[in-house]
C-alpha cells in the first residue's frame, strides 16, 4: 500500500485539506491500493519541510501540499519562498510533491469564488497525485494538452497540419 | 524533555526574543516536557545557520527565528534571502523552524503599532511551536479558518452549501 | 546504449515531448547508440525531480524538459521557480538537463506562431541533446555563433580586424 | 586559538578588508585566543566559496566577508545572488558567516561617505565576529535594541507600559 | 599541473571562449604549471553543471564559465537562474569558478562595443583565474581599488586623512 500525504495550514481561509482527502476518500481502492495522511502547519512556510517528513518518516509515496497566499506583495514574496522550499523538497527525497496555491487575488476579492477555485484546484490535483502513483502512462495520454486546475482546460492547440 | 530555541537579532527594534519566552514560560509543563533557549545574531541573515546549529548541536525539536526588516527597498531584499536561508536550514535539518518577520513598514511609521504587532505575532508562533511539538492534531482542527498572526484571524469563508 | 528522457507537461497546450521523440526517432542509431524514455507531470513544476528521477532509478545520460507557461505574472514566476529547480537537479546529478521553455506571451496570442516555436525550439533542443551526448566537440565547432532555438541564428558579430 | 576568516574583493573602492584586520589587531588577546587569515577575490560572487574553504580547510570559526555593489540595477542583482551564496555557505559549514556590503548607492555619489560608512560598518561587524565567538551573552543583551552597523542605531522602541 | 576550465556557449555572439584561451595559452608556463580544457554548452544554463564537471572529472582546479544574455527582460532572469546555479556549483566543488557574463544591453546595440566588452571582460578574467591559482597574494595587493573587467578601473576611493 502506497501513503499519499496531504499537509494544509491554519492561514488558508478554506479547508483544502478536506477537499483532497474527500476526493481521494472516494476511490474504491482506498484502504487498499493507498492511503492518506494529512498534517497542518500555520503557514506555507512550513508546508515543504513538513512534506518531506511525510516522505522520509512516513514513507509517503506522493504528498500534496496546500496553500492560500493573501493578496499583499509580501504575501506573493513569502509564497514563492515557499515555493523555493518545496521544489528544495522534492529534489532532496526524489519525490513528487504537488504545490497547490489558491491566491486570495485570483479571486478578485469574491469570497465564493475562491471557494470554487479552491474545490476545482484541489480535486484535480488529488486526482493528479493519484494517476501519478497508479496511472503515469494516463498523464503522458493528456501531455500537451493545456490542462488546467482551478479553471477550465486551456486545450490543445489546433496545428494546421 | 524537548528543547524549543529562539533566535533574535541586535537589529530589531523590540525584543521579540523576549516576547516568545515570557509566553513559553508561562507554560506550566515548562522544565518537565520542554525547555527553552536562547540565541541572539546581528541581523537576520544569521538567524538560519543560528538556527540550524541549535538544532544540530544543542537537540532544539524545534526554533522559532525573529526579525525586523528596515522599510527599505534593500530591507526587504535582505529579508528575501534570510527567509530562503531558514527555508533550507529546515530541509537540512528536517526540522520545522518558524520564521516570524515583522516589517517596520507594517506599521506605517507608528511605533506603538509595530511593538503591539510584535507582541501579537511572536506570542502567537511561539504557542504555535508548542502546538507542534505537543499538539499537532489541534493545528489540523484549525486547518483552513484564516488564522493569523500580528493581526485578527481573518477568518474562514462561509462557503455556500 | 545511452538514454535521452523526455518530460513535458499536461499543462502546455502544444505536444512539445512528441516533437522531441519525433526528431530523435529520425536519428538511424536510435534504437543503438541511444533511446528515448519519455514521462509526463501536471505541470512544470514537477519536471526537475522528474527528470532527476530519470537520471538516477532510469539511467538517462541527458533529459530534455518541457514547459510553456502562461501569460499571467504568476505564470513566469512558477517558471522561476521551476527552472531554478532544474538548475538544481543538474548539479544533484552531475548532469546536464536542457529545459525548453516556450512562453505563451512570445507569441502575441498567435497560436500558429506559438506552435511555430514550440516546433523550432523544441527540435532544434532535441538534437543539442543528442550532439551533447555523441558529438561535443561540433558544439565548441558552434561557440560564440549566436545560436538560436525557436527563432533564426543572431549570428556572431563580425569582429572588425 | 581560533581563526577569523577576512574575504574582501579587488572590486571595491574601499579597502574593506583592512579596516577588519585593523579592528581585531587591536585587540589584546590577537594572536593569543584568535588569529586573523585573509584573502582576496575577484568580485563579490566568489566571497562565498572562499568563505567556505577557510572555513574547511583552514579551520576558521567564522568569516567575515566584505563586498561593494556598484549602482546600477545588474550590480545589485549579482549581489543578491552573492548574498544568496554566502547564505548557503553558512549553512553548508554550519558556521556564522557575517556578509558586510556597502552599496555604493548607500553614499549618493558622496566618496567620502562611502568611505565613512565602510569604516563604521566594517568595524562593527569585526567586533560583531569577534563578540559572536567569544561574549555570544554579549549579544543577546543588545538584542531588540536597533543596533545597526553603517549608521547610528535606530534604538529600540520605547514601548508604552 | 593545474587544469583551468573554459565554458562557454554556442548562444553568444563572439566567442568568449577563445578570447579566454588565446590570453592564457600566452603565459610561458602553459602546459608546465597548467593546461586549458574547454567545453561548449548550447546557452548559459548548462554552464554551472559542466563547470562541475569539469571540477569533479577532469580535475580543474578553477572554471572561467562565459555566457551573453540576449536583451529582453526573459533573458536576463534566464541568466539570474544560470548565475544562481553557478554559485552552487562552486559551493558544491569547493572551487572557483569565474562568472564572466557579458549583457548584450551593456553596448547598447552597438556590436563593435559588445565586442569590445567582450575582449577586455574575457582576458582579464582569464588572468585573474591564473593569478587566483597561481599568485592569491596579488590579489590582495590590489583589494578595494576598484579594478573592474570590461570597463576601466574605477579606482580606489582617495580617502581623507
Known sequence: MKWIG?????????????????TLAAKP????????????????KNLAVEAQHLIQS????????????????IDELCAH?????IMAAQ?????HILDVFVHEAEAGGDDQRLAAICRDRCAKHA??????????ESLTARAGQG????AEDAGAIDVAA
Do not use: S
Not at 494544509?8 to 483544502?16: I, K
Not at 529534489?91 to 519525490?95: R, V
Not at 490542462?147 to 482551478?150: A, K
Open 81 to 85: 519562498e515557499a515555493c523555493l522550499g
Open 127 to 136: 486526482l493528479n497525485a493519484y494517476d501519478m502513483l497508479f496511472a503515469p
Open 147 to 150: 490542462i488546467r486546475q482551478g
Open 29 to 44: 481502492d482506498r484502504g487498499r491500493t493507498f492511503d492518506l495522511v494529512r498534517r497542518t502547519v500555520p503557514g506555507f
Open 6 to 22: 496531504v499537509v494544509d495550514t491554519m492561514f488558508a481561509r478554506v479547508d483544502m485539506g478536506a477537499i483532497v482527502i474527500e
Open 91 to 95: 529534489l532532496a527525497t526524489a519525490t
Open 58 to 73: 512516513h514513507g509517503c509515496a506522493i504528498v500534496v501540499v496546500l496553500g492560500m497566499p493573501g493578496p499583499e506583495a
